[in-house]
T-cell receptor, first 112, second 112 residues
Framework: IAGITQAPTSQILAAGRRMTLRCTQDMRHNAMYWYRQDLGLGLRLIHYSNTAGTTGKGEVPDGYSVSRANTDDFPLTLASAVPSQTSVYFC???????????FGQGTRLTVV | QKEVEQNSGPLSVPEGAIASLNCTYSDRGSQSFFWYRQYSGKSPELIMFIYSNGDKEDGRFTAQLNKASQYVSLLIRDSQPSDSATYLCAVNGDNYGQNFVFGPGTRLSVLP
C-alpha cells in the first residue's frame, strides 16, 4: 500500500540520549517535512526538504537535524534529547508546491 | 501576529446543523489553502483544498476563499457526530520556501 511510514510509533527516551525518528515514503514525492504537534500550538515545522539532497530549517529547528540522501527517506535526529522535545512528531510528503501533503501516522516521543 | 489563525474552540453544534470554521492568514502571497481533519490520536487527513476566490463544494463540505480579506472558511452541512474532530487550516505561503503553515486548529464537537 502506497503511503508514508514512520517508526517507531512511540518511544520513551532518557534525556541526553540520541534518537533518530524514521520516515519513508513510496510515492516518489519530491518534498518531505517534519512537524511537531503540541497541545494548543498546532503543527509546527521543524525541517523540510524540497528535493533529495537539500534540506532547510523550519519554524522550530533547534535541537534537531535531518538528512535527505534519497527521495524516499527523511530521518529526523535528536542529538541530545531534552524534556521540551516531548511531543508528537509527524512526517509528511507531497509531490510539489500547491498540492496536498500526506502524513505519516505519527511518533509519540516522551523525553524523561 | 501568527501567520495562520483559527479559533481554538471548542465549537459545539447540534447534529444536522451547519458548522462554520474560520481561518485568517497574514501572507498576501499565499496561493493555496487546505483544510485537514484530525481525529484524536490520529494523523491529519485532507478534506478540501482551494486555490481561487469563491466557493468550492464537495459533498457536505464547502470551502470559501477571500484573498482580499485573507480569509478562508470551511462549512460543514448536516453535521454528524462523526465530524467531531480538530480541523486544521493550512496555507501555502512563501515564508518557509514552498512549505505549509498550519493554524492551531479548531476543535469541533457535534452533539447528537
Amino acid at each position: 500500500i502506497a503511503g508514508i511510514t514512520q517508526a517507531p510509533t512511540s518511544q520513551i527516551l532518557a534525556a541526553g540520549r540520541r534518537m533518530t525518528l524514521r520516515c519513508t515514503q513510496d510515492m516518489r514525492h519530491n518534498a518531505m517535512y517534519w512537524y511537531r504537534q503540541d497541545l494548543g500550538l498546532g503543527l509546527r515545522l521543524i525541517h523540510y526538504s524540497n528535493t533529495a539532497g537539500t534540506t532547510g530549517k523550519g519554524e522550530v529547528p533547534d535541537g534537531y537535524s535531518v538528512s535527505r540522501a534519497n527521495t524516499d527517506d527523511f530521518p529526523l535526529t535528536l542529538a541530545s534529547a531534552v524534556p521540551s522535545q516531548t511531543s508528537v512528531y509527524f512526517c509528511a510528503s507531497r509531490q510539489q508546491r500547491n498540492t496536498e501533503a500526506f502524513f505519516g501516522q505519527g511518533t509519540r516521543l516522551t523525553v524523561v | 501576529q501568527k501567520e495562520v489563525e483559527q479559533n481554538s474552540g471548542p465549537l459545539s453544534v447540534p447534529e444536522g446543523a451547519i458548522a462554520s470554521l474560520n481561518c485568517t492568514y497574514s501572507d498576501r502571497g499565499s496561493q493555496s489553502f487546505f483544510w485537514y481533519r484530525q481525529y484524536s490520536g490520529k494523523s491529519p487527513e485532507l478534506i478540501m483544498f482551494i486555490y481561487s476566490n469563491g466557493d468550492k463544494e464537495d459533498g457536505r463540505f464547502t470551502a470559501q476563499l477571500n484573498k482580499a480579506s485573507q480569509y478562508v472558511s470551511l462549512l460543514i452541512r448536516d453535521s454528524q457526530p462523526s465530524d467531531s474532530a480538530t480541523y486544521l487550516c493550512a496555507v501555502n505561503g512563501d515564508n518557509y520556501g514552498q512549505n505549509f503553515v498550519f493554524g492551531p486548529g479548531t476543535r469541533l464537537s457535534v452533539l447528537p
